[in-house]
């Protein structure tokens, strides 16, 4: 039996406090009970004789951080290169974070049955999924830009003689080879990327993702067994919720598969419609010299036309089999049928494909006669084209609850996306033009229209029901952002003297002469205005902020400061909703420039053309300065083994990666079964008698997971939680309704911070919240009732700490007001996101769950407080 009745286990958050820190005692006075380097309990080596609770703390830090390589030698070189890998996913973890924002078929009605169609359950589940591959292809496409397009075509004459003299000397070896040769070398460099990033993702799902305690051993045994459970309400219960690493293999290995496909096809496409001069340019592609030239092509253009028909079926029925394995997710009702076929199909088909093209490629044949890779110019242009369309449709997804209207989001946007497209080739007839791009702005108009009518009834969820729609823009935003930063910053390199702004559309008799995609070169210049966009919006929240500080004191006006920015940091929703408006307009403004080719070129010597060309200089220059940034976060903790930018992965690394199989991994399939883990040992090996969870920030979130977890079910009623500095109820409530909204945590809505009030929270202390809510039995907060067994500190100078319940302190069954100002050692110091352990709030708090944290689980009555009730026996 323990020697102490209580565990006190806390649960760091997003500042990967030390377990030291934690556990407020020196370094020398901790020790590791438990874990190894990503994952680890810790306790004092000298526990007070009388002390009443056993202390721990868990330090999971490492996994959402921590990188391979190592601080010396070729362990740094491959920490530095694992870094940028890093850098390069966060797209992809933003699209996994629009996965489990979308709204599933699911409740806490027992009537409502859940959707069983992968298609189209939770509205967007397969159409997210397949916007993460097009992120996937659209990185891919930015390697084959510069690997095949700048080195592989336009860096060598026609008689393979080395125009780019920035080549290093390593490649000189591709000056002795034919066109054809030097693409069939270097395809596979976009192909190894890919790879690459799907071995970090396979390195990181064996040391992270193993197979979740509470799922059945047979389960364990044979992964697709798992596929037969159904989903739980809370879903953070269903069995087997943390496990996803079947669906992470199988999709993974689709994303290189399609990478493989795509390449094979675009090298066939150049070398098809590259014979002659009459398809060499976009203007002449769709003319009849084209086509007479290509269907009275030889045998070798008959064979990569066949090529091309084969990859482009390939390519589709690998976006099939992606979204048709969107229900293989603890979210969806699974079939336990082996799908051999969409499972091995593309991946099968797309490497021979592959090698293939590459044997064909290799064959001593003309070289192509344009100076561009004509099968990868245009595909940018689609593949940001089709995220833009789908991540407008996606702000509808959630507000749009109908039978009726589930296809009409996606018409819209995708509708949208095809006219932009189609505008920029009806030129035969100036004012075909304009008319399509009037029809474009119509449908765009009507989407916005119905996203403005249906928003308010999504008061009380993030960006009003447009969660995966505002994260899928920053993700396709983010994704073009680094691939242009990259593309550019090699073609500058390449391009010798010319200036960076040349890359749209040459210098006539330069040597060299290279150009890159134009979507490349107006995101740059897109960039711009975003900037100027987000420095306004945020140049008025902090003044608006600043300005009303004093009123936000509370009577101590030493931290007037301190609440003031806390003010302007908590609007953090509506800059992501900025963020995300400028983001949209500066693609869909990117997508018209490319589409329509416009260069300052195209202008001839006007003061227009000198606009346009200083503005892609100075573009470029915004691009480049990007580019260094990223690379300089990337690499510049890897002697300490860290990733870039740790901050963002602790948020976007939270749950599952089934909506991308290349995101950051998920630290929680680990965290939470671990923390199940030992407080199921502590009441069961250790008897003891109760179990306090003290959660700082996001350890708030992985408590709560930790409490619905099936291996609790018989422990659960002698289990309490103590959340501090927490993000429950304010950004994981409401960006994750299903997941963590007001039904599953038991408490009222929340309202978004407002942009234009001092007090962003002023709406929110404002609303008439009615009867406090009667939980549902199954929510924390009715498996937490009565006792009391909750209690959550905040204070008005956390900027990223907010109540549970609501603002008000009458009546509050959870929340409790920590003191701002706290005296440590000799001195006083103003307390913002850390040092809750510290406050007089605190320990009382411990002491009234440590005596009613043994009460029967149930649901609270309304308004009750759970402190008045008295101490189970």
């Known amino acids: ?84 890998g890093w850098a390069l996913l966060i797209p992809f973890g933003l699209v996994n974070v629009a996965y489990w924002s979308r709204r599933f078929d699911d409740g806490p009605d027992p009537g409502q049955r859940p959707g069983r169609d992968g298609w189209r359950h939770g509205r967007g589940a397969a159409s997210l999924r397949i916007a993460g591959l097009m992120m996937t292809l659209l990185l891919a496409v930015s390697a084959t830009s510069i690997a095949l397009d700048l080195i592989g075509v336009q860096c060598y004459a026609s008689d393979s003689t080395r125009l780019c003299t920035n080549l290093p000397s390593q490649l000189d070896f591709l000056g002795s080879l034919t066109q054809s040769r030097r693409l069939a070398v270097l395809s596979v460099v976009p192909v190894l990327l890919i790879l690459g990033l799907a071995m970090l993702s396979a390195v990181t799902r064996v040391r992270y993702e193993q197979p979740d305690p509470s799922t059945p051993e047979n389960s364990r045994k044979k992964p697709e067994a798992s596929e037969v459970t159904t989903p739980k309400w809370p879903i953070l219960s269903t069995q087997g919720f943390w496990a996803h690493r079947e669906s992470t293999k199988v ?41 007479r030239e290509v269907l009275h092509g030889d045998g070798t253009v008959i064979t990569e036309l066949v090529v091309v028909a084969i990859g482009i079926a390939i390519l589709a029925f690998t976006f099939y089999s992606v979204g048709f394995r969107s229900d293989c997710a603890a979210d969806v009702p699974r079939r336990s049928s082996r799908r051999w076929v969409l499972d091995w199909g593309p991946v099968v088909m797309g490497a021979v494909l592959f090698v293939v093209q590459a044997a064909l490629l290799w064959r001593d044949q003309p070289d192509p006669k344009p100076r561009q890779l004509l099968g990868v110019a245009f595909t940018p242009t689609l593949l940001l084209a089709a995220l833009l369309g789908l991540a407008l449709a996606a702000l ?23 006219l932009v497209i189609v505008s920029g080739y009806a030129n035969s007839i100036r004012w075909w033009f304009p008319v399509w791009l009037g029809a474009a702005a119509v449908v765009l108009g009507v989407l916005l229209v119905v996203r403005h009518m249906v928003a308010e009834k999504c008061k009380h969820e993030a960006w009003n029901g447009g969660g995966p729609g505002v994260l899928l823009l920053t993700a396709a935003a983010f994704a073009m952002l680094l691939s242009s930063a990259v593309v550019t910053a090699a073609g500058d390199w390449l391009n010798g003297n010319n200036s960076a702004s040349n890359l749209a559309d040459g210098v006539s008799g330069s040597v060299p002469d290279l150009q890159v995609p134009l979507p490349y070169v107006w995101s740059g210049a897109s960039v711009i205005p975003v900037i100027a966009g987000m420095f306004a919006v945020g140049t008025y929240a902090f003044a608006r902020s ?157 408590a709560v997971a930790v409490i619905l977890s099936p291996r609790l079910d018989n422990h659960r009623d002698r289990v309490a939680l103590l959340s501090y500095g927490s993000q429950l109820r304010t950004y994981f409530g409401r960006i994750f309704p299903e997941l963590l909204g007001p039904r599953v945590l038991g408490c009222p809505p929340c309202l978004s911070a407002d942009l234009r009030t001092p007090d962003p929270w002023a709406r929110e202390r404002c ?32 900027y990223l700490g907010f109540p549970v319940w609501t603002y008000a302190e009458d009546e509050n069954p959870v929340d409790r007001v920590a003191e701002r100002v706290v005296k440590v050692g000799y001195l006083y110091e103003i307390q913002t996101h850390s040092g809750y352990p510290r406050t007089e709030q605190y320990r009382s708090a411990l002491t009234e769950l440590s005596r009613g944290a043994n009460g029967p689980s149930g649901p609270a009555e309304p308004g009750a407080d759970p402190s008045s009730a008295p101490a189970p026996q």
């Open 1 to 84: 039996m323990a020697d102490r009745a209580v565990l006190e286990l806390r649960i760091h958050g997003i500042n990967n406090t030390s377990p030291e820190s934690m556990l407020d005692l020196p370094g020398e006075d901790v020790e590791k009970f438990a874990g190894d380097a990503l994952g680890s309990f810790w306790r004092p080596r000298s526990p007070g004789v009388n002390a009443p609770t056993q202390l721990e703390a868990y330090s999971w830090g490492g996994m959402a951080r921590s990188s391979v390589g190592g601080a010396m030698g070729i362990g740094r070189i491959v920490g530095a290169i694992a870094r940028i």
């Open 767 to 798: 609303a008439e919240h009615g009867p406090a809510p009667v939980p549902d039995p199954r929510s924390v907060h009715g498996l937490l009732a009565p006792g009391p067994r909750w209690r959550s500190l905040w204070r008005r100078t956390d």
């Open 396 to 418: 509808l997804w959630r507000p749009s609850v109908k039978t009726a209207w589930d296809g009409l989001p996606t018409a819209l946007g995708l509708g949208f996306a095809s």
């Open 546 to 702: 600043w300005r009303g500080r004093k009123a936000l004191d509370d009577g101590q006006p030493m931290t007037a400061n301190a609440a003031g920015f806390a003010a302007f940091a908590q609007r953090a929703e509506r800059f992501v909703a900025a963020l995300a408006a400028l983001s949209a307009i500066a693609m869909t403004l990117t997508l018209i420039a490319s589409v329509r080719a416009l260069t300052p070129k195209h202008f001839g010597s006007s003061c227009l053309a000198t606009t346009l060309d200083r503005l892609l200089s100075i573009g470029m220059w915004a691009l480049a300065g990007t580019g260094v940034l990223v690379i300089g976060l990337a690499v510049g903790g890897t002697a300490v083994g860290g990733r870039p930018l740790g901050l963002v992965w602790d948020l976007i690394c939270f749950l599952p990666r089934t909506g991308h199989p290349l995101a950051p991994p998920c630290y929680a399939e680990r965290v939470v079964p671990e923390l199940a883990a030992r407080c199921a040992d502590w009441f069961e090996k250790d008897r003891g008698e109760r179990a306090i969870l003290s959660a700082h920030s996001l350890g708030s979130v992985l």
């Open 251 to 291: 999709t993974s290995r689709m994303h290189v598969a399609a990478t493989a496909t795509l390449i094979a096809t675009g090298t066939a496409f150049h070398v098809a419609f590259g014979r002659g001069e009459s398809c060499g340019s976009r203007d002449r592609f769709f003319s009849a010299a084209c086509r």
